[in-house]
């Protein structure tokens, strides 16, 4: 990654040390040979940007420092050499830049490079009303998806990812334990691609968002989640079990609750080694898949989802804030209530 390739201007949301964001405006300079210039209209909040914001990731960060990659915004300005975009055109980032000489990046698997610089986090991020980007990384939408769901793409390609990486087929069981907005987007992919889906998650509302969209969400604190796997299934188990949650205990009990030969997908972050029952994985002949971030055809696939409006992206956006209300985002994010938060950058 060249850190020259990327660079902000105007009004700015910038990360300053644990717990502090702080509001600020830089020069604007034009784009140079093979940028990209967007004037940015929503950025999301995830929970990398709030592991940030704690102050978990100060050695990727360089404060102060505009953070954010889940974006959409119209093309300001393009520099020489550019093509496939131009001025108005509406755009999203695909937020990730790999060296392309790794052994992971000659193997075709760029996503994963083992050099790998997430935009946004080793490089100023899209909390800021001018984002300059590599051409490379710029993916045009289309004109009738709106600003505020077109910022839903990049967490939905999360989702989108994580379906793909499990091989789920129409007719087969999935179970999402975790209903937060990964999980959430997760359930809905897997409903799109035909499965059947359970959501476990504790929280009430959360529940009712993904009973509403045709899940059937179960609580795990008062409810038997291995007696409904097993009565929905026939008492083969899940097909397929997303680890969501990113607990030791929901890690453990994942391999529970899958078939013989079911596949396990990791999709929370775990910091530390948590315990996996390797038993049960021998035993019913499981497999056990990581699945991290997105590849192009993910990023394409969440796009025509949200243009067909097969996902709820009203009711994704549980509030939408001006940039000068960015901490205060943040502690919405924290509510268990909300799933998605939005900047709006330009306000």
């Not at 209209?41 to 929970?47: K, T």
């Not at 929901?250 to 997908?265: E, I, Q």
């Amino acid at each position: 990654m060249r850190a020259q390739e990327y660079a902000g201007g105007g009004r700015a949301a910038k990360y300053a040390g644990e717990g502090r964001i702080e509001i600020g405006q830089d020069p604007i300079s034009p784009p140079r040979e093979g940028q990209v210039q967007i004037r940015v209209a929503y950025c999301g909040i995830c929970g990398t940007d709030l592991h940030i914001l704690h102050g978990h990731m100060d050695q990727r960060v360089s404060p102060p420092q505009a953070i954010g990659h889940e974006m959409s915004g119209t093309v300001e300005a393009v520099g020489g050499g550019v093509d496939g975009v131009k001025p108005g055109d509406i755009v999203t980032v695909m937020p990730l830049d790999w060296c392309g000489d790794c052994p992971a990046c000659r193997a075709g698997h760029r996503h994963i490079c083992q050099n790998l610089a997430f935009v946004g986090i080793e490089t100023t991020g899209a909390m800021q009303e001018l984002w300059t980007v590599p051409a490379r990384l710029v993916i045009p939408l289309p004109d009738d998806v709106s600003l505020p769901h077109a910022a839903l793409v990049e967490p939905l390609a999360v989702a989108a990812h994580d379906v793909r990486r499990s091989r789920l087929v129409a007719g087969e069981t999935a179970l999402v334990i975790g209903g937060g907005p990964i999980g959430q987007l997760i359930a809905l992919v897997a409903r799109q691609t035909g499965a059947d889906v359970i959501l476990a998650e504790p929280n009430a509302d959360r529940r009712a968002f993904a009973a509403r969209h045709g899940a059937h969400a179960v609580d795990p604190l008062t409810e038997d989640l291995a007696a409904i796997v097993q009565e929905r299934t026939g008492g083969a188990g899940a097909d397929v079990v997303f680890e969501v949650a990113g607990l030791a205990a929901t890690a453990l009990d994942a391999t529970n609750h899958a078939r013989t030969r079911g596949r396990l997908v990791m999709v929370a972050i775990h910091p530390k080694p948590v315990p996996i029952d390797l038993h049960r994985v021998f035993w019913r002949e499981l497999e056990l898949l990581g699945a991290r971030v997105y590849e192009r055809e993910d990023f394409e696939r969440a796009i025509a989802l949200i243009a067909a409006g097969a996902v709820p992206a009203d009711e994704l956006i549980s509030a939408t804030v001006p940039l000068s209300e960015t901490l205060a985002a943040f502690e919405t994010l924290t509510s268990a209530q909300a799933l998605k938060v939005l900047i709006d950058v330009q306000n």
